[in-house]
């Protein structure tokens, strides 16, 4: 089989090209690669949203968070989940993507022909963003960061505890409990779920920024308090220290003398991942679908033409070849065709 990327068809409603997914008919990209003069953003993180362009539209609970990241000053609009806007001759609306707070997806519509691009998503509950909605279309475009069988999540109640746990033994022994949680998303998930009660929180700088936007948006969090207004190093034994993984480094660690370092992450599931992070405890927590819920999301979206992007996407594709449906890999360069499969479904 030929495997070079090739471009879409002439008559698709989305291009892949070098600045990104490109839209002909409404003259807009969607989380672009490069500046251009419209981008549509999905969420807020820095591998789609990207500085420079002319203007963006993205949905309304994101706004804080995008202009924190790309400038005050950017010309940005906002729409609600489910408002609809012509560009062009397309109908765009944004659906909840369950990601992060402000991420959805991008439904597209042109002459009957519907499109959707996931960006990232989780369908698990998550109490500081919108849940993620079912869309129907013909043609799906979707991340598969985690499209193998290995990723399967556990409850998040059941992590939340394993974290409540892991924290209260630390603390019964003085010691600092450091965990290292994506700023953006996922300390807020952990610090949405961690009760007051259960002592004192302290936040790495990058995670305090965030926190403005998510309590801005009448996200409730616990009380944290920035690790720089600690008075001295006693104020840390028994707490719990939510950080960015940029953070774990001997520098800034030194404050914690007695720390025992844990880390949240869908990557926690692979031993290998754990061993490289060389943490006491990994969690596994993801604000990405698992692949059990890839799976469900094409099915429930009733596309028969599949673009799966991101991570594992040669494995999915070949996956939903197998299951009958038109797929293909989407890269930086054009679109794949997807593989037989090797094996059965797992």
Request: hydrophobic content about 40%; some cysteine; glycine content about 10%.
């Amino acid at each position: 089989m030929n495997d070079e990327p090739r471009p879409a068809g002439p008559g698709d409603l989305l291009q892949p090209t070098a600045d990104g997914l490109y839209c002909p008919a409404g003259d807009f990209y969607i989380d672009p690669r490069r500046p251009v003069a419209r981008a549509v953003v999905s969420h807020g993180h820095a591998d789609h949203a990207r500085p420079g362009s002319q203007s963006y539209l993205a949905a309304a609970p994101g706004a804080c968070i995008l202009r924190r990241r790309l400038g005050e000053r950017i010309r940005l609009q906002t729409l609600a989940y489910g408002e609809r806007l012509t560009l062009g001759g397309v109908t765009l609306s944004l659906h909840p993507a369950g990601h992060i707070l402000g991420s959805a997806q991008v439904r597209l519509e042109l002459g009957g022909e519907i499109w959707v691009v996931t960006g990232d998503f989780k369908t698990e509950p998550d109490p500081t963003c919108a849940p993620f909605e079912p869309v129907r279309c013909h043609t799906l475009v979707t991340e598969s960061t985690f499209g193998l069988p290995v990723f399967r999540w556990p409850p998040p109640a059941a992590v939340m505890a394993e974290i409540r746990q892991w924290w209260r033994e630390n603390r019964a022994a003085g010691r600092t409990s450091v965990l290292f949680a994506y700023a953006l998303g996922k300390a807020q998930r952990v610090l949405a779920q961690i009760g007051a009660e259960d002592g004192d929180v302290f936040t790495h700088g990058a995670v305090e920024v965030v926190n403005a936007c998510y309590r801005k948006a009448a996200v409730r969090l616990t009380d944290t308090r920035p690790v720089a207004d600690a008075a001295d190093r006693r104020a840390f034994r028994g707490a719990l220290v939510v950080a960015p993984p940029s953070a774990d480094h001997a520098g800034w660690l030194r404050r914690f003398p007695d720390a025992v370092r844990g880390f949240a992450s869908g990557w926690m599931r692979i031993r290998g991942h754990r061993r490289r992070r060389g943490v006491h405890r990994g969690f596994v927590l993801s604000d990405h679908a698992d692949w059990s819920a890839l799976k469900a999301v094409v099915a429930e979206s009733g596309a028969q033409r599949v673009w799966a992007t991101h991570g594992y996407a040669a494995v999915f594709g070949a996956w939903l070849r197998s299951r009958g449906l038109d797929a293909a890999v989407l890269t930086e360069n054009g679109l794949i065709p997807s593989a037989a499969p090797a094996q059965g479904d797992a």
